[in-house]
């Protein structure tokens, strides 16, 4: 008889730029990595490893990152030959496995707001997902408002999946001013000029094109403020950047950043503005928290969830609704201090090594039981 719980993780995303798939995994493992000795973590990835393995961590080249092999044959076969007590996928299942399936779905923006996506990501995610949250023994969530979606938009049993609240991103690492204002240098961004900072991919779901608008209103008002906005460009990208239009020179586009230098870019700012019209969680808003940085964002989805009382929140849909929010933090020193303070303090009832013991729960729960 086995001693250990033995759980195969997939962390194919991880070294892929998928941003808050990749953190996720980054993360758990991270997590799992301060847990006592009681279970062995194969982690599946597809580049070299990006932490130091331990006893019970060990790392599994896998010998492509094509979905269809991965997910058909490779997975499924390492399944039952590594002779798992649980796997655990994100967003998508195997084919097939030999242990129980933990699935991990961020949100189903896909279902609930089809206008955000592609032809090509909505048709592939409604196909995945729907059936990979059936075949799966138990769902993971972020928040308890991905967890109602899901539940109402496929009928699942609540006793079936779990919000389990994650730890902040790497960008969350502490940096000092000085390296960080080298860091912007080297990205060409003026340290000492004020800007507000948005994370994200380019999206229409990440609500770019009003903060534009709020961006214009706020120059209007005098307010001395350039914007920068991180992340990498996908669908509808060139409409967004193309909006910019009159405040395009007040407007830097940096693309994917390294953790540092996303640090640095959160450490500096005057504030980190978060317009979603809809998150399933809101990593960006853990991350400035954890600098010491005001936090400005939207009302919707698990923003309010996330944020608690350490952010001004606002109408993503109301131009005015984001200027009022984001000038009350530019001109109000004292709420400025408030917020930072309120800030950090919140970050701190989100860990990773919380977040890998609720899941460590799901798998112990999830043993024995397959669903074909």
Known sequence: MKSKLRVGIDAHMV?????????YVRGLVEGFKALDDTFDLVVFNVGSPWTSPQ??????RLLTGNPYVRLGIELPLRSLGERLDVIHMTYAAPAWSAAPIVLTVHDICYATNPEWFSARDLRVLSN?????IRKATHVITDSQDARRQIIEQYQVPESKISA????PGPGSESITVDAAE??????????????????????PRKNLIRLFEALTELIRRGRDLDLVVVGPRRYKAEEIVKAAGPVAERIRFTGYVTDRQLA??????????????????????L???AHGVPVACSNAGALPEVSGDAAVLFDPRSVPSMVDAIDRIVCDPDLKRELSLAGVARTKQFTWKQAAEQTL??????VGTIRL
């Open 15 to 23: 070294g892929g730029r998928e941003t808050g798939n990749e953190t």
């Open 55 to 60: 006893h019970r961590i060990r790392f599994h």
């Open 128 to 132: 995945i997902v729907p059936r990979s």
């Open 164 to 167: 389990i609240r994650i730890g």
């Open 182 to 203: 080298k860091e912007l240098a080297a990205l060409g961004i003026d340290p000492k000029r004020s800007y507000l900072l948005t994370v994200g991919n380019l999206q």
């Open 264 to 285: 640095a870019l959160y450490r500096c700012s005057a504030a980190m503005v978060l317009p979603s019209l809809y998150e399933g969680f809101g990593l960006p808003v």
């Open 287 to 289: 991350e400035a928290m």
């Open 361 to 366: 729960e799901v798998y112990e729960r999830s």
